[in-house]
């Protein structure tokens, strides 16, 4: 048994989206004699980032005052808001004004992956190490059970756990505080809360699957800085969603589309949702003509204020979505994780880097009270579209105020079984817009992983899958999956799970979405997945 190297820091981050990134820097502002390293599983800064995102730019402004003077590569400043309401698959109602909540008057357009891309250099520059193409596989303990770093995975392992020649083992990143920035549904943050307990006092927490494409328009027919957001088909009443139109520069728009993972329908596809939109009239005679560039998928947290666990524990602290500080009404949470990872830099430094009284510090401040005034307008539309809006309205005008906090469910609990469920008519319509399935998807995400690896999609009982999957829920796996990863196929010995790991763009919807709680995400190999251009 060989002694693994270990590499020792004052703080190591796990995941270099905003809100780590945010964090590094925030803390060599305050102290340049703390050293910082930054791992992210990514093979470059902002491969695996997706997000739709158009962003509040005060927490930026606040971390880099001068950062205009020399923009991301993608920055484009909000021109116009539209709110659709789509009725069916031809007509749709386009709202007066958009709502408060979707208001990105002084809002910039960006794509996040370029983004983090750009921050990562200036983090450097402050000393921070950023060392991306290392996933982190597990926690590192010290003797009385803190957290005190953690190990990265071993690389040029097969898939039958041999050692291939270029087998090289993960090395040990000891720190006095671990920062995880992990991003929606994290490997290590989620073995973290369950060890730790962290959620025993809050909501189980709460998910949706984001989908998004980006599309090079003919010339002439973007509008740059327009922004349009839609609720209603091709969903159904009982399922929470929506979609977004962002126009980019050069005739470019960021097409996605959002659905709660606490839909009721064993049938339902969000990736065929997102298609049949895209051949609604609004949106179609804008995308004819034009090409698909790149596109992914990924969850989103969504439980916000009630939902939120514990943020900090013996040697560690969670921030950013690792934590679940997304706003869902204004569908923004960037602003929300450089903000936690600023305030989370401070308290450490402050602290002599002690993570005791984070918790504290975070729900005393203003991310958590604009979490606070927005809780109840998600749990809303769990009883429809009409009095999620109703309702979304009433907690506006009042700011929050009411006397109740709505509760929430585990979104797998939700499925209903085959036969309990009467789907409604779906509406759909011919499809002749790319991509044409999932595969093809899976292509414009240029997502790659060595075939001869360990499967990182951990099924703990694969005959669930067959005895009873098929005949309860009709194997949903096949139908919730954007990157077609789950099949089940028939073969000499009958029916078995198959499991295409190299198709996964790391959206973790299987380890929310499946009913029997059996599938586990872990961090592939260090550079697999996804490598998203401009998402």
């Not at 979707?102 to 190490?129: F, R, T, Y």
């Not at 979490?371 to 506006?396: C, D, H, Q, S, Y």
């Not at 005008?397 to 109740?404: E, K, L, N």
């Not at 194997?475 to 078995?496: H, T, W």
Request: hydrophobic residues 40%.
């Amino acid at each position: 048994m060989s002694e693994r190297e270990t590499m020792e820091y004052d703080l190591v981050v796990v995941g270099a989206g905003p809100a780590g990134l945010a964090f590094a820097m925030r803390t060599k502002q305050l102290n340049p004699e703390v050293t910082v390293c930054v791992i992210e599983k990514a093979s470059t800064i902002g491969a695996q980032i997706l997000s739709g995102a158009v962003i509040e730019t005060a927490p930026l402004d606040r971390l880099l005052p001068e950062w205009r003077n020399s923009p991301p590569p993608i920055c484009v400043p909000v021109t116009k808001d539209e709110f659709w309401l789509l009725r069916d698959h031809a007509t749709g109602i386009k709202a007066p004004v958009a709502p408060p909540q979707m208001n990105n008057h002084g809002n910039v357009i960006v794509s996040l992956g370029a983004l983090c891309a750009w921050l990562a250099p200036q983090a450097e520059a402050l000393g921070v190490d950023v060392f991306p193409g290392y996933a982190a596989a597990e926690a590192l303990f010290d003797e009385a059970g803190a957290v005190n770093g953690v190990r990265i995975g071993d690389m040029g392992v097969a898939r039958d756990g041999t050692h291939k020649p270029g087998y090289t083992e993960g090395i040990d990143i000891r720190a006095k505080v671990t920062v995880l920035a992990e991003g929606c549904r994290g490997h290590i943050s989620k073995s973290l809360i369950k060890h730790f307990d962290l959620d025993k006092d809050s909501d189980p927490q709460t998910y949706g699957i984001g989908i998004k494409e980006l599309w090079q328009l003919p010339p002439g027919r973007g509008e740059a800085g327009k922004v349009v957001h839609t609720a209603g088909w091709p969903l159904a009443n009982d399922t929470y969603g929506g979609s977004f139109l962002y126009h980019l520069d050069k005739d470019r728009v960021a097409i996605g589309f959002v659905v709660g993972l606490d839909y009721p329908d064993p049938t339902f596809s969000p990736f065929e949702a997102f298609q049949q939109f895209k051949h609604h009239p609004n949106v179609k005679g804008l995308l004819e003509g034009g090409t698909i560039l790149s596109a992914g998928a990924r969850a989103i947290i969504e439980g916000g204020f009630q939902s939120l666990p514990k943020v900090d524990m013996p040697g560690a602290i969670l921030i950013g979505d690792s934590a679940g500080l997304v706003n869902v009404p204004k569908i923004k949470g960037t602003h929300q994780a450089i903000a936690s990872g600023m305030l989370a830099a401070e308290h450490l430094v402050a602290s002599a880097l002690d993570p005791a009284g984070w918790d504290a510090k975070l729900r005393a401040s203003a991310v958590m009270s604009e979490l606070k005034k927005v809780r109840n307008i998600r749990p809303g539309f769990n009883r429809g579209l009409w009095f999620g809006l109703i309702n979304a309205a009433w907690e506006t005008v009042t700011g929050g105020r009411s006397p109740w906090t709505m509760k929430n469910h585990a979104d797998w609990s939700s499925l209903d079984k085959l036969g309990q469920y009467e789907a409604p008519t779906k509406d759909y319509v011919d499809r002749t817009l790319a991509p044409r399935d999932r595969l093809a998807s899976v292509y414009f995400a240029a997502t790659e992983h060595d075939e001869d690896q360990p499967v990182h999609l951990k099924v703990a009982d694969t005959s669930i899958c067959i005895d009873r999957c098929t005949t309860e829920y009709g194997n949903p796996c096949e139908k919730f999956c954007p990157a077609g990863v789950y099949e089940i196929v028939q073969d000499d010995a009958g029916k078995r799970l198959q499991i295409n790991s190299a198709n996964c763009v790391h959206c973790k919807t299987c380890d929310i979405k499946d009913p029997y709680q059996i599938i586990t995400w872990v961090t592939p190999e260090g550079g697999s997945g996804p490598n998203y251009q401009n998402l």
